[in-house]
């Protein structure tokens, strides 16, 4: 009997102990989001199938990992973080993109072959179809500045 119960306290021991420090993995972000989405236009025509990133211009809340989304035909976009609608508060820088195949086409990856879009670009066959200086945070002029309300993003581009 006694060494019954020795192995039932040792089991038992060897489950709490075996789970102390387990837990169901990282909490969920804590931050709330608004809704944020936009126009975009290059020269004053809508720009179709472009990538829109915001990025946050303060220390972001735990769990924020950015924002953006992807024009439609008519130039209109909506923001998603984590795939859902929306971004937090607060002021952003916004890069713009546009890449396709040297000849104006559709980017196309090649599994088989192995070429992924930084192979591309560095053999030549992309092409960028949005001005430099709106492709990259350290140049680009484009803020947004998203409140609590929620925000219509106007971004007007020009090839000059």
Known sequence: MRHLRSCISGLLLTCVVGNAGCSKGPAAPTFELVPASGTVTLDGKPL??????????????????????????????QVL??????????????????????DGSPIKTDPTTGLDMEQLKMQGQLKENVPEKYTVAETTDLTADVAKGGKEIELKLTSQ
């Open 81 to 102: 973080t984590d795939n859902k609608p929306g971004t937090i508060v607060g002021k952003f820088k916004v890069m713009v993109s546009k890449q396709t195949m040297a």
């Open 48 to 77: 179709t199938d472009a990538d829109v990133s915001l990025v946050f211009q303060s220390p972001p809340p735990a769990g924020f990992s950015g924002s953006g989304g992807r024009t439609d035909a008519s130039g209109k976009f």
